[in-house]
């Protein structure tokens, strides 16, 4: 029987929040809050650690998304069995070759002493001198 488009949306949906609220309720359990949890999140993790007596960690965990998946799927709308949805975890990451990594910039030198071709730079109190000799001949020429 083919699956409707609405169902396999609501499909992702359900596998998308299966996956979420797995991951967040193991870390939430490691943190010492799983008496914090839901009992629906409990009961998940309860399932999950008998799971983790017979199986791997990947696999123990890839069971208990599926059983969350068809609950979710089931309270989401979906009609009949869920689609299967081909696991994230098992496509490896693709390398698109378009991400530059963070590089610092290179450092300038510094500026070696100044030469004696360079621009001498007036001292600050000959300027000073300069605005004060101004100010004094305006003043004089007023009166």
Known sequence: MPTKAADMLIA????????ADF????????LNGFSALPPE???FLESYRQMLANQT???ASEATIQ????????E??????????????SEPPKDHGNVTAFRRPPARPKQAAPDAAAKPRLPV?????????VYVS??????
């Open 125 to 133: 109190a000959l300027i000073f001198i300069c605005l004060a000799v």
């Open 57 to 59: 960690e990947a696999d």
């Open 67 to 74: 059983l969350m998946y068809k609950r979710y799927y089931a």
């Open 12 to 19: 992702r949906r359900a596998d998308t929040r299966a996956r």
């Open 41 to 43: 999140a409990q009961s």
């Open 76 to 89: 989401m709308g979906g009609s009949g069995t869920p689609p299967q949805i081909p696991s994230r975890a």
């Open 23 to 30: 991951a967040t309720w193991k870390m939430m359990a490691k």
């Open 138 to 143: 305006i003043r004089m020429l007023w009166r």
